[in-house]
């Protein structure tokens, strides 16, 4: 089960899954006013917990074997919820931020939401702190570009994320897109030759959704071996 908070992404990640998940079965939530109230509050509460906990109490009663929660911003809200349930859940950018730190100090981390500055620099640092890594994260926040892809403006999305992509790897060991929704501006990065690894999170994520599931299905043979002896 994936759990979004932009419509946009329902589209994107069934394409991801398909290529980097074949033969799983996925099925979408899609709750945009939980990131509403979020950004409004300027954070999550236990009413916001509440409403992801229902999501994966949801995903649990069909029988998934794994929750993804695609939107950075609710990152904490998994941190707090997570060990209330036996159905994994995996936090969109926890495999970048994993990856991040070991690519280098400075660490350029690019947003579009204010409200996943901290979550993803949280996720950075604890992430650098299990490495025993030294870090530096400088944020950029692209202010314009959310908005744009909310209303259906995905080129003028696309545009701001990359030119601020641009600016901030020309002091960075590694970019970091805070937010799934970036990773469509990749494209147009790649183009420009940038040398400067930049990191986004669905194809990282659903790698390690993908680990994930194929350990619990080793798990399952061999209990199943274990009761046919």
Known sequence: MLVHTVAPLIEEFAHWCKNLLPGVQTH??????LLERI?????GGPEDMSRLGEHIELAA?????????TCSTTSLLVDAIRGQFTLPVVKIDEAMAA???MSGPRIALVATNRTTLEPSQALIRAAATRAGRKVHVTTFVVADALPALLRGDEETH?????SAIAKAAARADVVVLAQASMAR???IVADRGLTVPVLSSPELALRQVGRLLAGLSVNRSAGLQAVRR
Request: hydrophobic content about 40%; overall charge negative; charged content about 30%.
């Open 158 to 162: 696309d545009r701001e994320v990359a």
């Open 28 to 33: 979408h939530i899609l709750d945009e006013p």
């Open 99 to 101: 990856e991040a730190v």
């Open 185 to 187: 501006a990749t494209a």
């Open 39 to 43: 950004r409004r509050h300027g954070g």
């Open 61 to 69: 009663s069909i029988g998934s074997d794994a929750v993804l929660v």
